[in-house]
């Protein structure tokens, strides 16, 4: 039941992923889209990225893109290596270590996210 659950938020993940993903792609990448790139010209130009840095929703959005990206490429991997049959007891130790390394690269992507907030301010 709990292996049910794990693979249910996995297939969760991954259409949080296509969604939030496929958002960033039309912000960044098509520049016909100018809400929000509000000064024109490319789309890596300072003051779109300062006035994005500044937007909540895209902050946001980029910390669910980051958890979804944790969850289901650390699932994926955890799925991988058990199949090749290890002990039970590192299949609990590499879960262990999974949920370790996923928590504190989220903790560092969501401080980066936040603090690009003060980006502007700061120069």
Known sequence: MRETAYWTWFIIAALVILVVAGLHMVVMHLPMFGVFNPEGGAVTDWGNVAFRSQNQFLAFTYIILLGAV????????????????????FQDGFTVILWIVGLVLFGIGTYAAIAAKALETAL
């Open 70 to 89: 944790l969850y289901h490429g650390f699932y994926g991997l955890r799925t991988i290596v058990f199949e090749l049959g290890p002990k039970k007891s």
